[in-house]
């Protein structure tokens, strides 16, 4: 069946996700450059034809493989490269590179503070465009400019503009309509624009009042204004409960954490529907992933 030679066959991919569960795929490609990104079209078309589905990976802070052997096609997006115009004040970057680390080395070899809540972060910054992530207020849709892409429809490389991406609360085009794959993004870093401003030493935040250990950031959604998630899962006498060491931390109730590497995905799925069995009795809400569980 397979006719791409440049697709890896039954490959370990424990580590690509932030939770580390053991997992394998059984056909995989790495983007490295953009020859390889001309090469997603075969690959596409060959997808098309075996009805295989797709998954793409940045660095895989909010995914949990919830399978031994992904039977589909794993594609980890390895584009890497940054570059910042300090006159113009212009940030383009390829879609696998960190934010925190742009925004520390944009603070320290440039001068420019702009993206100082991004500063420990954990995620890319095709993932900031995606998700229009963001930090005590500062988001990631009003400094961006545009995007390149190619569309997995009809295989074209274009720019799309801000205007196109319909950012919104935690929201984009992108993560209504997956049919895209984010190659570059680019940010005019001229003026500091959030919808409020915090005092909050966000360093210290991420550094000592956020779980350490493998995890997704917030596992569900908070259900309402009135009750976060967090808090439901402490009052259903969660916080603290270990099964076979995957818990739910008792720094941060909703950072659902695998201590031991290469654990088993069904202990974390356990723990997942006990907090929503427990949750919905106690409250009648059903609690909702916000890191995607993927499975076959
Ligand atoms: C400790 C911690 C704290 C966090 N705190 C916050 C916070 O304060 N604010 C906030 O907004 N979020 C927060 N998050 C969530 C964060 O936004 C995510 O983890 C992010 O969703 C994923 O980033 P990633 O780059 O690793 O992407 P991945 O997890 O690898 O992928 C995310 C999604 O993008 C898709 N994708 C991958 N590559 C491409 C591509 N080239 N084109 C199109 N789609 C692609 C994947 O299929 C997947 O659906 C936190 C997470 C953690 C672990």
């Not at 383009?92 to 590179?97: D, K, N, R, V």
């Not at 049919?179 to 409020?196: H, P, S, T």
Request: net charge neutral; charged share 30%; aromatic share 18%.
């Amino acid at each position: 069946m397979i006719n791409i030679n440049y697709l890896q066959t039954n490959v370990d991919i424990s580590k690509l996700s932030n939770f580390k569960t053991k997992a394998f795929a059984k056909l995989y490609f790495e983007v490295k450059s953009r020859q390889d990104v001309d090469k997603l079209k075969e690959i596409f078309d060959f997808a098309k034809k075996e009805k295989l589905k797709v998954l793409f990976i940045w660095w895989g802070t909010n995914l949990l493989f919830a399978f031994d052997m992904f039977e589909w096609i794993v594609i980890k997006n390895c584009l890497q490269w940054w570059t910042y115009d300090k006159k113009t004040k212009i940030l383009e970057a390829y879609t696998s590179e960190k934010i925190r680390d742009i925004a520390k080395s944009l603070e320290d070899d440039y001068g420019q503070d702009i993206w100082h809540r991004f500063i420990g972060l954990p995620w890319t910054i095709g993932w900031a465009v995606v998700g229009n992530a963001g930090c005590f207020w500062l988001e990631t849709e009003w400094n961006f400019l545009e995007a390149e892409v190619l569309n997995l429809y009809n295989y074209d490389i274009t720019i799309l503009q801000k205007n196109e991406i319909n950012f919104s609360y935690r929201n984009s085009i992108f993560k209504e309509k997956e049919g895209y794959f984010i190659i570059k993004v680019k940010f005019d870093l001229n003026e500091k624009v959030e919808k409020y401003s915090s005092e909050v030493d966000n360093i210290d935040f991420r550094e000592n009042k956020q779980p350490k250990w493998n995890s997704g950031g917030s596992f569900f959604k908070n259900p309402s204004k009135e009750l976060s998630a967090w808090k439901a899962i402490e009052e259903v006498w969660l916080k603290w409960y270990n099964h076979n060491w995957v818990l739910f931390s008792p720094l941060h109730a909703n950072f659902l954490i695998n201590t031991k590497l290469n654990w088993d995905w069904r202990d974390l799925i356990y723990m997942i529907d006990l907090a929503k069995t427990k949750v919905k009795d106690r409250f009648s809400i059903d609690l909702e992933p916000e890191v995607r569980i993927i499975t076959n």
